[in-house]
């Protein structure tokens, strides 16, 4: 069982740090104050669509929020390696994502391995949506790709999508045991 990640402590680090009050914060996000209190205290876990607004009303992106900023210097020759099990965890009631790449901050991309566990599109509280483009590949199993605007398609082990995130999308896992996949997100 993987620990949900802290994204509360995190929030409050970034809100604080541009010495911003819960109410000023609400305002640029657009997300009730009590939302944000609640988020802080890990009382809830932020959806996509809270963490696109706390992003955009932050004027951060989004490794910003699931890594702790670099205390080096910014620039070229930059590396970071992910050993096998050991990026950050997110669980979701649908995925379990295992963030890589975390130790750089103000990344382009957002590279990590997700097992996707949804078996259904009613899985899902409406469609996934946020800012970026997403690449996906298959690494084991089958899934199906929803899409708002395109018919559904099912991809194997191998396969891979490029798609814009703003156009709702949601991934069910076709095989009997869960699909495993590489997401890349910009």
Not at 67 to 77: A, E, F, M, T
Not at 85 to 104: N, S, V
Not at 143 to 170: K, N, Q, R, W
């Amino acid at each position: 069982m993987v620990e949900p990640l802290q994204l509360g402590q995190r929030v409050r680090q970034i809100r604080l740090s541009q010495n911003l009050t819960l109410e000023e914060a609400s305002k640029r996000t657009g997300l009730a104050r009590s939302t944000l209190s609640k988020i802080e205290n890990e009382q809830i876990s932020p959806t996509f669509t809270a963490v696109s607004k706390l992003v955009k009303g932050l004027g951060i992106d989004i490794p910003q929020l699931f890594s702790q900023p670099s205390k080096g210097l910014p620039g070229g020759g930059r590396r970071d390696i992910t050993r096998k099990g050991e990026g950050e965890p997110h669980p979701t009631p649908t995925y379990e994502h295992e963030i890589l790449a975390t130790q750089l901050t103000s990344k382009k991309m957002i590279p990590y391995k997700t097992v996707v566990r949804a078996r259904d599109f009613n899985d899902y509280n409406g469609w996934v949506r946020h800012g970026g483009e997403e690449f996906l590949y298959v690494l084991s199993g089958r899934i199906m790709l929803y899409t708002e605007f395109y018919a559904p398609v099912e991809l194997d082990e191998g396969d891979s999508a490029y798609y814009d995130c703003e156009m709702g999308h949601v991934l069910v896992s076709l095989s009997k045991e869960d699909a495993q996949i590489l997401w890349v997100t910009a």
